[in-house]
């Protein structure tokens, strides 16, 4: 597998994001920043190319001539002398795009070539004319923009080094998304008109669900697939925040090597959709971008709250909210270029450099996310309950109200406020996307998806589509444990009869009832925890309770106030039950391996 070579599976230490500002690069800055990496027990870095840093337009390199090329070239060199990986964001800042792209593969609407452009890319520093954003919604525009690349210098990394091709969130305007063919596609599909239906987005929620689920599709087909296979063919992996898109995005994290979460501009909770993923597919790592606004965002030129200033108490509180939700790879967010003699800071990340506040303390914090992401990564996601992800109920409707919006959300459909139900954290349950229930079998008394099993699922959707209804009468016809808690609807225009046909089968069949399946752990108040299990051996990541449901922005100096705190619990693993007492320190979570062990607590 190629992914066995990746030095982020060869170690748990974590990443950092290293911002590399368009401008004059002296090969003794990049020396000196890397041995600061080595020796602040970092396991490697991605390199993300933004704007110039100010009063430096239009020095330096190009992006992509040959100077830019020997910089990426000497990088990737001293990364491997001191045992570093060397990750590259596959561009200039997000989503892809480039001066260089030809028009007719740019981003397309209803009403022609979209207007969104990138203006603070690397190439800003070099030219007047504002980057299109690609077409991503056309793997023949994606191809180009590969091929391009990989011609001028990411082909020849590849080669050079185990990495991974990151591609950053969607952040492609998603109002009139377009591709060439749509109206043929959608006419076929759904049997009426959407060009004569165009409203952006459509006001007709059942117009609105068709759209969004031609698109869906599209950016499955036409992007997220044959990147992953991009990359796998140009010898490196992908890791992909596949959040933001207008997709299925469980099915879309399903597609890459490495799915990749972000935390706090997303809840932690928000991780499960990328853990679920890997969990299902056999993925051995869920990274995470963590750490980016945790005390709020402002728009450059503007200095977010806190900056230099962080607490470690506070980054430890998020970087364990994460772990509780399947997480076992830290991605700092993250470091400017930034050297003694010049230093910088970047405005939407924590500070990371020798004149920040966390210089101090970041050996010691990093070891310890390093001890835990060890924990997170023995043997396999553990769990006994899949719920059916309400992706429908998402689509069904539009933007979100106004005291939910943050700078990452403003729709429903951007799957921020789906959390589930504390009533089911006892059995760890996973997302289950519905593009997998077609390959869902039931084997007496489990279910089997690839090679996972479960002992149940669980449906609480107010809408589920024909297909899916579908999938689940099959199972239960065989005696599958299939949970509903409420009875959905159909959601598009097109409306089936055999959908109440089937709808009145299974409500005609003996309930399930959610008491039939053991749980993993219960407890006396609610717990965000993770579990592993590597053989007879049960690791379990469970975060202080006063580090559940964090938001944001985080409060300054929040970590102060998560006190020593003792809660009572019952683990059920296998045939026994464990009494559990979980002594919570302060500012601490804990890692308990069963055979009830405690044995590491956090301090």
Known sequence: ?????????????????????SGAIAYGQIDEQLSWFSSHGFGGVEIAWVYPYEGKRGEGPKFLDEEFQALLHYTQEGCSERGLGCDLTFGTLWPFNGTFIPKEYSSKTFDGYSTQTVDR???????????????????????????????????EASKNSSLSFFCDSWEV????????????????????????NIIQPPANADIRFDYRTIISDRVLSDFYK??????????????????????????????????ESETLLFDPDFSLLAASAAAFHDKPIVSSETFSCIYGWVPTP??????????????????????????????????????????????????????????????????????VSDYMSRGETYSRLAVYFPLEDQWMKDRLPEELRKPSSNFYWELQEVHMDE?????RPLWFSKEWLQDLVYEEPFFRYRNRRFEAILVDSEWMVLDSLRAIARLRR??????????????????????????DELKQQEEIKLTSIRPILESEQPLDYWCRKDGDDYYLFIAHPRMRKLRYPLEYGYGERVEELTVKAKFYGGKEETDLKLEFKERGSLVVRMRGEVTRGGE
Not at 1 to 21: D, E, V
Request: hydrophobic residues 40%; contains cysteine; proline residues 7%.
């Open 173 to 196: 305007e998603p109002d009139g998304l377009f591709y060439d063919g749509l109206f043929d596609d959608f006419e076929k599909r759904f049997g009426y008109s959407l060009e004569n």
């Open 478 to 503: 065989q005696g599958a444990p299939v949970i509903f808690r409420r009875w959905p609807k159909e959601p598009g225009v097109v409306k089936h009869e055999e959908y109440q046909g089937l709808l």
């Open 302 to 371: 503007h200095t977010p709250p806190g900056l230099a200033d962080e607490q470690i108490r506070d980054l430890r509180c998020v970087a364990d909210a994460q772990f509780a939700w399947g997480v076992n790879r830290v991605v700092w967010h993250g470091k400017p270029f930034s050297t003694k003699g010049d230093p910088k800071k970047f405005y939407a990340s924590v500070h990371l450099g020798a004149d920040g506040r966390l210089e101090k303390d970041l050996n010691e914090f990093n070891a310890y996310l390093e001890t």
């Open 1 to 21: 597998m190629l992914i066995n070579n990746h030095p982020m599976l060869a170690t748990s230490k974590p990443y950092a994001r290293w911002w590399w500002f």
């Open 121 to 155: 890319s690397w190439e800003a520093g070099n030219t007047q004319t504002p980057a299109k954003v690609l077409d991503h919604l056309s793997k023949d525009a994606l191809h180009w923009y590969a091929e391009h690349l990989l011609s001028h210098g990411f082909g």
């Open 423 to 427: 009533e089911l954290l006892k059995y």
């Open 226 to 259: 044959p990147y992953a296979s991009m990359c796998n063919k140009a010898g490196a992996l992908s890791r992909v925040q596949c959040h933001g898109a207008p997709t299925d995005v469980l099915a879309a994290y399903a597609l890459v090597d490495i799915p």
